[in-house]
């Protein structure tokens, strides 16, 4: 059964560094690409980044790029995501997803940028 | 970016009737090697998205064949039949075809 199981989420303060991990199980983690996404309170959904299987080529929306890094630890089966510079408009829950049609997601976990 | 417009917002429907949403894209979603990535979620309340239907026309693992997708170059369609209870909640589209990848504005399945 594939599962993926954020961690890392919370309260943090305008300006600091927040980073997200997402450990995925049931499949062979290093065989697919895989993505961040994220949804602001009462709000839709927004693609955030997206890290090829081998970690070689990554991608960003326009709002973060140059703050947060998508990055992967093959070896153990985790993808993370550096958040740094936040703002208050990155207020959300964030969720892992596997492959470009994200099959599958994550639970979520909620980041909250306040002082 | 390509923008990705979804009809309507909201859909009252009765159960056991027929709902159909529509998403549009600013330009064509047709890849380079011939393939098009539109694909269709529903997130129910309180949980996270999953994904209903993949390029364009294929249910994913587990989806009843109430659900069905249809469409090509700009406009696409989700339609399901025989709305039951567990069907009720947001619709998104999601084009995966040129990046950035981007979200239709979702629809809000209710009943009538």
């Known amino acids: 059964e594939v599962q993926l199981v954020e961690s890392g989420g919370g309260l943090v303060q305008p300006g600091r560094s927040m980073k997200l991990s997402c450990a995925a199980s049931?499949?062979?983690?290093?065989?697919?690409?895989m993505a961040w996404v994220c949804q602001a309170p009462k709000k839709g959904l927004e693609w955030v980044a997206t890290i090829s299987y081998d970690g070689s080529s990554t991608y960003y929306r326009d709002s973060v790029k140059g703050r947060f890094t998508i990055s992967r630890d093959n070896a153990k089966s985790t993808l993370y995501l550096q958040m740094d510079s936040l703002r208050s408009e990155d207020t959300a829950t964030y969720y892992c997803?596997?492959?470009?049609?994200?099959?599958?997601w994550g639970q979520g976990v909620m980041v909250t940028v306040s002082s | 970016d390509v923008v990705m417009t979804q009809t309507p917002v909201s859909l009252p429907v009765s159960l056991g009737g027929q709902a159909s949403i529509s998403c549009r894209s600013s330009q064509s979603l047709v890849h380079s090697n011939g393939n098009t990535y539109l694909h269709w979620y529903l997130q129910k309340p309180g949980q996270s998205p999953q994904l209903l239907i993949y390029?364009?026309?294929n249910r994913f693992s587990g989806v009843p064949d109430r659900f069905s997708g249809s469409g090509s170059g700009t406009d696409f369609t989700l339609k399901i039949s025989r709305v039951e209870p567990e069907d009720l909640g947001d619709y998104y589209c999601?084009?995966?075809?040129?990046?950035?990848?981007?979200f239709g504005s979702g629809t809000k399945l209710e009943i009538k």
């Open positions: 999601l084009q995966s075809t040129h990046f950035p990848l981007t």
């Open positions: 049931g499949f062979t983690f290093n065989n697919y690409d």
């Open positions: 997803a596997r492959r470009t049609r994200f099959d599958y």
């Open positions: 390029r364009v026309s």
